[in-house]
């Protein structure tokens, strides 16, 4: 029985390893292998998204002086996870496994990044699940390259392909998911590997269909911003002097981060001990500040939709942006895209109230791409994912405040990677 199985198996990869005869059409068995991934994709997200709600359900019921105890053993036991599984790595590790071995992602650390970013995720870390997604479905599309015996350019973009299916799942943007994979590979003003745009478009329109049936989550704009009315020319250039503080806070959350990460670096402790002191960090702060407390997908509107004082937000401001900070660089696993757009909303919100006249809607938006854009340098995505998240129907604003964070960025980049 089993070679039976392995037969109609074996005659499947043949069937699919030559190419389609008699198709009339553009695609190919190439198109059929996007498809599949992005199905796998799209499942994938799915189950880990299910997963992910389930444990902030648990944790987030936990209040009081217990958050604190709760985050530190959370940092502990994923610190633990990565010490004896597996280091699964960072964003950049990915940026140079694309870009220098051929575009292969090692699937063998995914347990550990699972784990360990569920506990970072799940129990409060500020840092979202994005990045655990990219790599898991990243390195699923390298294996699935591999099992199909492709080399060279086309796994390249099978890794690529998978790595847009899992961004473009949780955010429900498949154009902006596909852009991001690429940008995210940026080299010296260039976005690369671009022939890997339809691959990518092709795996995120399937891994949406697909995470849509599972979950609504990412099914039209999550986050409520007022109607905004254009008032013409001059608020292009309002957007570029609110990129222009987007783009401040962006260099100060890139060199805090690099300062405390040498900090780390000096202490020389194993990485438990890391996680477990960012978790006390982090427990203190949300302790204080429950706000703070998560990735910011839901923070968002309540931070929209609450009234704060400018002192109070200020305070918001500045312990988000710590806490974002040390998640960053204790070690705990999880993605900086969410929480770098809360700490741009927040901003954004600030200058609404130091200036009311400003439209709150440009300053929030204008504030998130810019902050967004310098630190991660994807203008191209950042607009199409924004204008999709927010339903912010007016594109030239934040495409005009995304540049800005982009070609005000600060030479040493945020991702190493990106200045090889």
């Known amino acids: 029985m089993g070679m039976k199985h392995k037969r109609k198996a074996l005659k499947l990869l043949n069937i699919l390893d030559q190419p389609i005869r008699f198709n009339p059409f553009v695609f190919s068995r190439m198109f059929f292998l996007w498809m599949i991934l992005g199905v796998i994709g799209g499942v994938i997200a799915g189950i880990y998204i299910i997963a992910l709600e389930s444990l902030i359900h648990i944790y987030s019921s936990i209040d009081g002086v217990w958050v604190v105890l709760v985050m530190a053993l959370s940092g502990l036991a994923a610190g633990l996870i990565i010490h004896f599984i597996g280091d699964p790595g960072e964003i950049q590790l ?3 496994n694309i ?9 063998k650390n995914n347990p550990s990044m699972i784990l360990s970013s569920l506990l970072c995720v799940g129990s409060g870390g500020s840092l979202g699940p ?3 997604l990219v790599q898991v479905t990243g390195s699923t599309g390298t294996w699935l390259g591999k099992q199909f015996r492709l080399k060279g350019e086309e796994l390249r973009s099978m890794s690529i392909a998978g790595m847009a299916s899992g961004f ?3 955010f429900g943007a498949p154009l902006g998911g596909s852009l991001f994979a690429l940008e995210i590979l940026h080299h010296k003003h260039v976005v690369e590997y671009y022939k890997a745009i339809i691959p990518a478009f092709v795996a995120s329109c399937f891994s949406y269909v697909i995470f849509a049936l599972i979950i609504h989550l990412g099914l039209g704009p999550i986050w409520n911003l007022p109607n905004y009315n254009m008032q013409g020319m001059f608020d292009f250039g309002l957007a570029v002097l609110l990129g222009l503080a987007g783009t401040a806070l962006g260099w100060i959350f890139i060199y805090l981060t690099k300062g405390m990460k040498s900090i ?3 202490l020389s402790y194993p990485i438990y001990i890391n996680t477990f002191i960012g978790g006390i960090l982090l427990g203190v702060i949300a302790y204080f500040l429950p706000i703070t407390r998560y990735f910011g997908h839901h923070k968002i509107n309540e931070l929209l939709n609450t009234e704060f004082t400018l ?3 200020l305070i918001v401001l500045i312990f988000k942006l710590l806490a974002i900070v040390i998640t960053v660089t204790s070690g705990w696993r999880g993605g900086f895209i969410i929480p770098l757009f809360f700490i741009g909303a927040a901003l954004g919100i600030v200058l609404h109230t130091i200036f009311p006249q400003l439209d709150l809607s440009l300053a929030v938006i204008s504030c998130m791409a810019a902050i967004n854009a310098c630190v991660t340098r994807t203008p191209l995505s950042t607009t199409i994912l924004l204008s999709t998240l927010t339903g912010f129907s007016y594109f030239i604003p934040i495409m005009f405040a995304s540049l800005t964070g982009y070609f005000f960025a600060p030479r040493l980049p945020f991702i190493s990677a990106q200045s090889e």
């Open 264 to 266: 780390f670096k000096r």
């Open 99 to 107: 870009r220098f071995r051929k575009g292969k992602l090692d699937p």
């Open 168 to 170: 473009t799942a949780l």
């Open 311 to 313: 002192p109070a937000l």
């Open 130 to 132: 994005e990045a655990p």
């Open 94 to 96: 990915i940026v140079n």
